[in-house]
């Protein structure tokens, strides 16, 4: 069982970079798969990427490819989310789960974070 806490929103502009941080209580960090989604009001809360254990497998979403990078160090229980060339619509509340198995659904994650905000500036 882990206890995700997320860490570093905040408010920038456009094309600017920002990284989230998720410290996961636990011994059993390195066996989770690690995910980042986000939430927009009023919309569903959407996968935006994850990472294997091992961390030599990492999976994102087509609207954040190439600007996004998901990185892990299971020695600190900490999984990170490097994000640049921020757009106005990357705005959302940004939550760290864990899962047993790999999957790109919000409802196959069993751990979450209490979220954390990050607002884009045009």
């Known amino acids: 069982q882990v206890q995700p806490v997320e860490s570093g929103g905040g408010l920038v502009q456009a094309g600017d970079s920002l990284r989230l941080s998720c410290a996961a209580s636990g011994r059993t960090f390195s066996s989770y798969v690690m995910g980042w989604f986000r939430q927009a009001p009023g919309k569903d809360r959407d996968f935006v990427a994850a990472i294997r254990w091992s961390g030599s497998s990492t999976y994102y979403a087509d609207s954040v490819k190439g600007r996004f990078t998901i990185s892990r160090d299971n020695a600190k229980n900490t999984v990170y989310l490097q994000m640049n060339s921020l757009k106005p619509e990357d705005t959302a509340v940004y939550y760290c789960?864990?899962?047993?198995?790999?999957?790109?659904?919000?409802?196959?994650?069993?751990?979450w974070g209490q979220g954390t905000q990050v607002t884009v500036s045009s």
């Open positions: 789960a864990a899962t047993n198995r790999y999957s790109i659904y919000a409802r196959r994650y069993d751990y």
